[in-house]
């Protein structure tokens, strides 16, 4: 878009056409107005001249490789850990049948880890978890919700949506939908040394989320209460608007591997650090051979660690250059006057008749 | 029985029956039809009950009323037929079956996104119907509700509608008026029941025809004759042949023949009779004229026809993606179902994921698809498109440009479907009367006695002379030496030496404006209608100072009585007025007048001519007795009368052909040179001779030819005709005349315009051969080095051998025509011209000679085909519009053009004169055929590319939008999960992406209108088709597939892991959609920016306008509670717009995403540029105005060459007169070089070089 408005404003002919001489006594709008039945508004005809199309090439090279440079730093200031441990915290024995250790409730899922910390991480560090192959974008999951409910709790009847998990028992499932039932049950805690980091997990879900789309009065009723558990549990005694886990997993992702935030560790973790993780390894991913990651990140101005945007931006701004560069010289070598007429078609056509 | 009967009528009643040799007199048993026999057979079962209209209220009599409807719906069957109109557009019908399948469980959406769209774009289209037939309506009405004089009973006529006209009726018809339906004629104001008919609007013949009423009604001439008046006709059954008739009229217990020469048709006009009272025979439609109409058909542009295969390429797209999604599905239904425990598929048995019928669910899912992607068909572009044409249409009606100052009208677009094809006519087929010419006749100049008077230079030759004078004057600057100056005016000289037109050719040269200016004043000051003559030698009554005064005033008398008009006296003015079958006798006749021989009186055997008597300066009445009258026929090609003067001398006065120039007097040679001058410049010209015939040689003539005029049988023209020859012999030649059929302004220079901007014209007319070559001339389509092909069937062809001949014998003339077209093909300045006659361009087209035909015509540069019927020139159109396939444009007036204005591409109508039928079944109405030019190449070009450009964008839009939720779908197992919020979705064609659309198909401009007109090769970019060729279809949508594929992975790369702000919130599905759909919003609307090349501050609101309108629809919409909002809710305000990876991406994949396109632009206007590229360049840098002779060089090259038009002739003309130039100088020198004296001065200069 910079190339029509440098365009526009660079080569422009502001021309007013020929008016027919009624033209001189109307005035105002009945002269807006003429101009545009006679098709001889003013206009601006911006034409692509050798000159604008070089400079604009690198003009907008010359604004891409900074702003490249600088979402390029601020990605690689971002320390991001993923630690996957889907495979690693089934027990040796168990490991040729996953699934079987997974279902067996009896099997406890404790497992303990180690990591060390590569860089300085300052706070808040995020703590993600990150699925793999696991369609949360799923149609029929998507759409096995009811927003309502979540706002309104059992005052809504209807929530032929939430279909298969809507009624148990003969009772409305409070919340009800694929998505709710599937929560993702792991838990993480960290220790450095032996002192506990203390994970805050409030705040992890949009403002607005908490505020506006889960209802403060509604309790969970009625769930995981049927025949097949799906994942987590949800303490009935608290409102779902605080429930930060239940909203942040009813943000369905977009694509099939996802991270979503588990928490946050509110102080400073230092290089070197060794931190040890204790998590519950609950969820079923073994079934959809999908992995399990577990992500410590510091954040940016911008975001999360993406090289890919700064990157891209660079390398755009750069070859735009190029182009510059290319055109230019293609133009000195061979260059087309301006306005040149014996590229006219019947100049160099010969004519039939 | 005129004594006995004291009537109202006129005066001067006459019997013309007595006048006429040839067709009037004929006896009666002559009109028996030999049909006879069918009446009351199946086809000829109609019986009509005169003056007893209430019997044809009750079966079985009761036949139609007259109203004539010409609307395509009424009230009852407008919803049934307009809908399916709509649905017969294949996108509509998709569309609601898309509508259908959303209120299924299958739906992708939710129902009113679908619905709301399809009943906004059927429901404005269906308007647009609506509101057109309204106005068919009203029209309609205007004619049904005219007035004519209906016999009520007790031989009271009162005034009534047309439509209210029954069956039976007597009407009156007074002297200019349609005849409201097929008439019985019973009598007129004339004696002998004649009655004259114009019935241009039926076949186009300017000429009057006779009609005559049976001998037993001719006493019905008074309006309390039908008190008692009561008769049966039974006739035919109603049908389209304009030139039969077969019925019985039973009146006074006696049977009558009746035959085509007593109906009068619909659509005619009643003219040169003061009255006649007619029985209605056929009503409504049941009458010729409407039966001989077709039904408008509803006509579709080329582009448009070409867009539905883009449409059914995009289904094709459609359709694949479909499959794809609906077999991956399946697959990911059956493999993974066990595995995806989170979906619980078997725990309730959704049919589109049922893991026990994969097939079921997959066929499911491509039917689901196919509404999901339906993003990929442009629903809103037959409505956009529609909207833009609308638009377009009410600007071509505004152009100040073609508006009419002396008819107050306007071009008036009738239908707006056809703009854009007006970019791409290839061929104009044109009607001759009323299109090209006013159909009105002056006399232009004479030759008498081998003296050309009224200017004798043609125009073509002015022009020429000027030109070449500029030439001169050009090259004597440039080489501004005193040498050169001499040289040029010998060279100029010489040009113009031999040729008549030296004197004026040196006027020109030393003033070209004086010369201008008088043949410019000539015209203005022409007080007298049908008289443009300037002639001091002949004006104000000088000639009586010239030498042979004797014959001038035989030539004035030929002028004065060889014709078959009456006078018509004239209140108020000493200027009598005449009326004839032809407007060129009325020519004559106040030519005559001007002259000082007014012709003043005629009765049954005597004209009266006031003749000016040059011995006494006085005025004098002369009687003369007209003794025969001669009629013009073709083979004779000539009229004559024979009268006799108060002294008793007999003359014979002619006037004919040129032919009949040739008569061996002195003068001859002279005045043939003029008759070819008069007819270069479309001069329509006629010979005048005459002789003395002694009184004995006149009897003993005369008694033969009275035999031979009693004669009954077949032989009987003839032996007129023989006999007319015996006495038509040894004329002594006076001289000539010419008229000139007046051209409609400007038509020679827009015929120009329109030949340069590469068009081909082929005039149809109904009028005789003569006559169209004469206009051919007229408007330069011809020109004499041309060589005419005449194409024409000598005999008359009854049987079918006869047939077999003729067709044989055309078949001769075509091959060898052909072969010499393919001898004569690398010769540019040899150019062709085909003249042909209806009868033979029927055959033509006939299957076996088609292809010979159009082999030559279209090799030839003009065709001109004459003596065409209405049916033969909608069949021409067709054949033509078949053959060559290309876009053909029929203009016309009349109605006998209404089947051709049908079945063109574009028919245009000429709404300036009375007939309102060519304008009603147009889709183009112009004042004036001069606007044509304008319309053409200004609009039609301007449409063209506004139309191409725009469906294009539209392709585009839609396929960069909707792949991107195909791609989504990949990544979502193929489950069918949108990427975007239904209501983003439904915005999108709706308000995000349409109205910069809009302003780019009404207000884009690749040149402004004048360089439009300055360079006619502009047009042809359409008649190539080359913004709307398949490569750039192509080209688009690939531009659209890399866009989205743009689009949609810079996407996924930058939010599908990292966190979305710097709090470390991931983007979920609805931060994705709505970034990913924030970049394509930018695209399109940036990608329309960049297609503009006329920025106006309206486009530039709206582009603009709508990305900021997605902000606005944006804020507003997350701003909803949440239960209306769901997942968007405050999603902008405090969710992406805060982050500045939103913007920052945004601004990113915009770039990346156009990049392609831009390079190609850039590329494209680099290295290969197009035409309007490089005006543009010019017009921008202003080297327009800073160097203009390039400028006008440029212009003059863009021309596409051409053999018609005036400054074709111009450029032929000068080309004759530069060869000339050479030849004298070349026998100059040779003369010079040869001559004693030159030979010693060279020999002297080579010795003095010694």
Redesign the interface.
Known sequence: ?E??DGG?GA?S?T?A??E?NSVSLRHGRSKVMYQ????N??????????AW?ISIFFA?GVI?IP?GIV?LHASQSVVEIVYRYDSECVPGPLRSNKLAYIKNSSIPKNCTKFFKIPKHMKA?I?I?Y?LDN??Q??????KSRN??QL?HGLEYHDIGSC???DVNHGHPVVPCG?IA??LFNDTYSFFRGIDELKVNRKNIA????RD??FGKQVFPFNFQNGT?I?GAHLDPNIPLSDQEDLIVWM???????????YG?IEEDLVADDIITVKLLNNY?TY???GTKKLVL?T????????N??GM??IS?GSSLIF?AFV?ML??IKNP?P????T?????WKP?S? | MAAARPSGRRKQKLKWSKLYTFSCLRPSADDSSPNEHLLGQPGFSRVVFCNEPHLHKIKPHKYSNNYVSTTKYNLITFLPIALFEQFRRVANLYFLLAAILSVTPLRPFNQVSVIAPLVFVVGISMLKEAVEDWHRFLQDNKVNSRKVKVHVGNGLFVQKSWESLLVGDVVKVTKNEYFPSDLLLLSSSFEDGLCYVETMNLDGETNLKAKRSLEATLSLDEDADFFKFNATIRCEDPNPSLYTFVGNFDFEKESYPLSPTQILLRDSKLRNTEYIYGVVIFTGPDTKAVRNSMRSPSKRSRVERKMDYVIYLLFAILTLISLISAIGSSFYTKFDSSKMWYLRLRDDHEDLFNPDDPMFSGFLQFVRSLVLYGYLIPISLYVSIEVVKVLQAMLINKDINMYDETTGKSVEARTSNLNEELGQVEMILSDKTGTLTCNQMEFRKCSIEGISYGGEVTEVDLAASRRMNIDVERYRYSLDGSDSTGRSIEMFDLSTADDGTEKDVLGSHEDPKTVKSRTSNSRKDSITKGFNFRDNRLMDRMWIYRSNVSDMMMFFRVMALCHTGIPVEENGNDKTKYEAESPEEVAFLIAAQEFGFKFCQRTQSTMVVQELDPSSGLEVKREYKLLNLLEFNSSRKRMSVIVSNEDGEIFLLCKGADELADNGRTYQHVTMMHLSNYGEDGLRTMVFAYKKIGAPEYEKWNSEFTTAKANIGPEREELLENASEVIEKDLLLLGAVAVEDKLQKGVPECIDKLAQAGLKIWLLTGDKKETAVNIGFACSLLRHDMKQLHLCSSKESKSNQQMKDVKEEILRQLQSYNQLIINEENRNDAPFALVLDGKALELSLSIDLRKHFFSVAMNCDVVICCRVSPKQKALVTRMVKEHSGKAILAIGDGANDVGMIQEADIGVGISGMEGMQAVMASDFSLPQFRFLERLLIVHGHWCYKRISKMILYFVYKNIAFGLTLFYYNIFTGFSGQDLYDDWYMVMFNVLLTSLPVISLGVLEQDVSSDVCLQFPALYQEGQRNICFSWKRIIGWISNAILTSLSVFIVNICIFSQSSLDKEGNIADIEHIGTITYTCIIWTVNCQIALMTSHFTWISHLLIWGSILCWYIFLYLYSALPPLYSQNVFHLFTDQIGPAPMYWIATLLVVVVSLLPYYVHVVVQRSFFPMDDHIIQEMKCSGTDVTDTPMWLREQEKSKQLTQIGYSARVDAKIRHLKEQLHRKRKSIYLTVTNSPIYKTVVRRDITTLH
């Open positions: 878009m190339m029509d526009g080569a002919s021309t056409g020929n027919a545009f039945t006679q098709q508004l003013p206009a601006c005809k911006p034409v692509l001249s050798p199309v907008v891409f702003v979402s808040p995020n993600y990150q696991y369609y974008n799923h149609r029929r999951y998507v927003d309502k706002l279909m298969p998990e694929l039932w599937s949009w403002k607005s989320d506006h789309k097949l799906g943000r369905t992702s977009a694509f099939p591997t996802f991270r979503k935030l946050r079923n079934s959809f051979s990140s954040s940016s101005w911008l975001g999360g660690r993406n890919f945007l891209a931006y755009i182009i055109f293609l133009h087309r301006y306005g040149d007429t590229n006219l078609s019947w100049n004519m008749s």
